[in-house]
């Protein structure tokens, strides 16, 4: 097994090892709006100033949760709507790992998570109309997704092939479309 696999088989491990709260199975009697909203660069504002202590956003980040196209922060007791510019993740940093016939994507987001893109964690890419600039996404887990930034994405790019037409990314047996389709 190469030093790539080995480093790939510790990251999965330690993402399945990585505890979340169970935000899923909440149901608080309360809801409210808080002013905090997550900017599409990923910076975090409460008040219209920013969050700049990382230990805080990234805990806030554990309690997130989409319900009917909202975002919230949840707790037990209440849940607290929160406006989300474009993502409430940055994917900020993309790895190669494996060899090329099983090769695995690895993002890190802007909040210290490790995603490994794969069917269950895709990448989409989102066009306006065509000819538009790309907006592509990497989905986190549950319905939240990272807006993968420009410069992954360019990463991305240079690993692209062209399958059927299309220019892709293949992670984990899973590939992934990045260019626009001539069905759009």
């Known amino acids: 097994m190469t030093d790539s696999n080995s480093s790939l088989r510790y990251i999965a491990d330690a993402i399945s090892q990585k505890s979340l709260p169970p935000v899923h199975t ?3 009697a309360t809801t409210r709006d808080v002013d905090i909203r997550i ?10 100033s920013k969050i700049d202590r990382p230990r805080m956003v990234s805990l806030f ?3 997130l949760r989409v ?5 919230y922060l949840v707790t037990p007791q209440e849940r607290l709507r929160i406006v989300v510019d ?8 993309v790895e190669q790992h494996g060899v090329p016939e099983a090769q695995a994507l690895v ?3 802007n909040v210290g998570d490790s995603v490994i893109a794969d069917e269950r964690h895709p990448i989409t890419v989102e066009y306006a109309h065509s000819g538009a600039e790309p907006a592509p996404y990497l989905l986190v887990r549950d319905s939240l997704k990272a807006l993968i930034s420009r410069a992954v994405f360019y990463q991305l790019a240079d690993w692209a092939e062209e399958r059927n037409g299309v220019l892709g990314v293949e992670s984990k047996g899973h590939f992934m479309v990045l260019s626009e389709s001539d069905a759009q």
């Open 39 to 48: 900017a599409r660069n990923g910076d975090w504002f409460y008040n219209g």
């Open 67 to 71: 319900d009917d196209g909202e975002t």
């Open 86 to 93: 474009d993502a409430p993740f940055t994917a900020v940093l």
């Open 61 to 63: 980040s554990t309690v």
């Open 107 to 109: 993002f890190t987001t």
């Open 26 to 28: 909440w149901q608080p």
